[in-house]
């Protein structure tokens, strides 16, 4: 059984910051690239950002991109998402993902296991 669990979510007016964290164990997620990714109602499910097994190559949606920073801490087995200059269009369920490589990847189908997800509202 693989175990991925988000943390962090709240509600948070515009231009606030929050930050996501994903705990991972060391076997679904040591040598495997690490992604976020957001569903708002109604919508698919779509890419937020991503990171490499070694903390690299970051990438991110161009909707995020300035504002958010993925990163991750392997010895704790933990993925971050820092959200900042937060926007209601941000508003969303943020899920963490594990990768099926060890690179960064922008595709869902590209990843093999799922957190349950955390709520992140963003008022006007």
């Known amino acids: 059984q693989v175990q991925l669990v988000e943390s962090g979510g709240g509600l948070v007016q515009a231009g606030g910051s929050l930050r996501l964290s994903c705990t991972t164990s060391?076997?679904?997620?040591?040598?495997?690239?690490m992604g976020w990714f957001r569903q708002a109602p109604g919508k698919e499910r779509e890419f937020v950002a991503s990171?490499?097994?070694?903390?690299?190559?970051?990438i991110y949606a161009d909707s995020v991109k300035g504002r958010f920073t993925i990163s991750r801490d392997n010895a704790k087995q933990i993925l971050y998402l820092q959200m900042n200059s937060l926007k209601p269009e941000d508003t969303a369920v943020y899920y963490c993902?594990?990768?099926?490589?060890?690179?960064?990847?922008?595709?869902?189908?590209?990843?093999?296991?799922w957190g349950q997800g955390t709520q992140v509202t963003v008022s006007s």
């Open positions: 993902a594990q990768a099926l490589r060890s690179t960064s990847a922008r595709q869902g189908n590209e990843y093999r296991y």
């Open positions: 060391r076997r679904t997620a040591s040598n495997n690239g």
């Open positions: 990171i490499d097994w070694r903390g690299g190559s970051p």
